[in-house]
């Protein structure tokens, strides 16, 4: 009876890390998305239009301000606000590579669960 057990929690394991690798790939590719979408738009204007993370951190918060990255450390605080003013494609390339690198360890089931509660909490309450 263990075995079957443990063999349907691995499953749900590696359901769960496909979940969070795909979750990845699909923020990457949403960070080149956006790059080729200012690319279009300075091929037409002429102009580089800047897309910075804050954008995709209010739209993601609905601008609730206390979610607001405030750390009592500032050299975190430098860091929270140096990426959230960043170029809205590195920053989506760079969070789907680590949420890939989460995905293939046994910390992928957690984070899925956290990222869901942390979305429905944010948005049930706003």
């Given at each position: 009876m263990?075995?079957?057990a443990t063999t349907s929690e691995d499953s749900i394991t590696r359901w769960m890390r496909i979940c969070?690798?795909?979750g990845g790939l699909?923020?990457?590719v949403a960070g080149f998305g956006v790059?080729?979408?200012q690319s279009v738009a300075w091929l037409q204007h002429g102009t580089w239009m800047p897309l910075e993370m804050n954008i995709a951190w209010d739209w993601v918060t609905r601008k609730n301000p206390s979610l607001r990255p405030d750390f009592p450390w500032l050299g975190a605080q430098k860091i929270a606000v140096w990426f959230l003013e960043?170029?809205?494609s590195g920053g989506f390339v760079i969070f789907?590579?680590?949420t890939i690198l989460v995905g293939r360890t046994n910390l992928a089931a957690y984070v899925l669960t956290v990222a869901v509660l942390w979305y429905v909490v944010v948005h049930?309450?706003?």
């Open positions: 263990n075995a079957i969070v690798i795909t699909l923020t990457i790059l080729a979408y960043g170029p809205m789907g590579l680590l049930l309450t706003a």
